[in-house]
């Protein structure tokens, strides 16, 4: 089952599991050395799959007032977990609650590039030539309500 949660109704031990799965995947796995908790995280809507206490994927949802579109970010699936559905079902998730929730039309992400194909699986069309993101290809993409 998907948790869905503003940023103040974690837990410390949800917000820690989040963190620590972020870390695992985008400090560890990516050498992606960047910190990873910033303000847009108290701003928030986090949504995470949980086994037993681990958490095995995450995403979050921003709508920050001053955007034009919704934005879908920092998804992550736990090695052991990935190409079970897992992050096709977080990504379906917070695209539905993005549609039900915000009156934005559209939602914007910024996918490496690697997972293009994933993501326009579920209907995200590039808006972007390629570029680097803390030394990773990434390409900016859009799904339009």
């Known amino acids: 089952m998907i948790e869905i949660r503003r940023f103040q109704e974690l837990s410390n031990t949800e917000l ?3 963190l620590q799965l972020r870390s695992r995947v985008f400090v560890v ?4 050395v960047f910190c990873d908790m910033d303000e847009a995280d108290e701003k ?8 037993d206490d681990r958490v095995i994927g995450c995403a979050r949802i921003i709508a920050a007032e001053n955007l034009p579109a919704v934005s879908i970010g920092r998804l992550a699936v736990d ?3 990935r190409r079970t ?18 009156k934005r039309a559209d939602i914007t ?4 590039c690697y997972l293009t194909k994933f993501y326009e699986r579920l209907g995200f069309v590039a808006t972007s030539n390629p570029y680097l993101e803390d030394g990773i290809p990434h390409v900016s993409m859009k799904l339009n309500r």
């Open 44 to 51: 928030a809507i986090h949504l995470f799959i949980k086994n």
């Open 16 to 18: 820690f599991r989040i």
């Open 79 to 81: 090695a052991d977990f």
């Open 109 to 112: 992400i910024e996918a490496q």
């Open 85 to 102: 559905g897992t992050g096709r079902l977080l990504m379906k998730t917070a695209i539905e609650h993005c549609f039900t929730h915000f």
């Open 29 to 32: 796995e990516q050498n992606c």
